[in-house]
């Protein structure tokens, strides 16, 4: 079973920092495609950044410069490393896992419950 647990969300004022974790288990990590996912009140779900098992990135151009996506594969776990932090960043941020083979659409592989994070003004 798939189990993925994000942790490190919370409330830092605008400029701040945090850094999110999400720890995989139940998968065989390298295969899997991992992301970040956010979804603010009234809003669609949408994609914050991925990395590939071999390291490769991608972000959202509303982060890009300020978010930082990494895994350690030992470890079974990603990071996102949120920098720069603005009002509208404030979303529920959700872990994702998906197969390489899959990797077309993230709804075929699977999420973690989510962690709330709210910047403030």
């Known amino acids: 079973q798939v189990q993925l647990v994000e942790s490190g969300g919370g409330l830092v004022q605008a400029g701040g920092s945090l850094r999110l974790s999400c720890a995989a288990s139940g998968i065989i990590f390298s295969f899997n495609i991992m992301g970040w996912y956010r979804q603010a009140p009234g809003k669609q779900r949408e994609l914050v950044a991925r990395i590939t098992g071999g390291g490769s990135t991608n972000y959202a151009d509303s982060v890009k410069g300020r978010f930082t996506i990494s895994r350690d594969n030992a470890k079974n776990t990603i990071y996102l490393q949120m920098n720069s932090l603005k009002p509208e960043d404030t979303a529920v941020y959700y872990c994702?896992?998906?197969?390489?083979?899959?990797?077309?659409?993230?709804?075929?592989?699977?999420w973690g419950q989510g962690t709330q994070v709210t910047v403030s003004s």
């Open positions: 994702n896992a998906v197969h390489t083979v899959l990797a077309h659409d993230p709804n075929l592989g699977s």
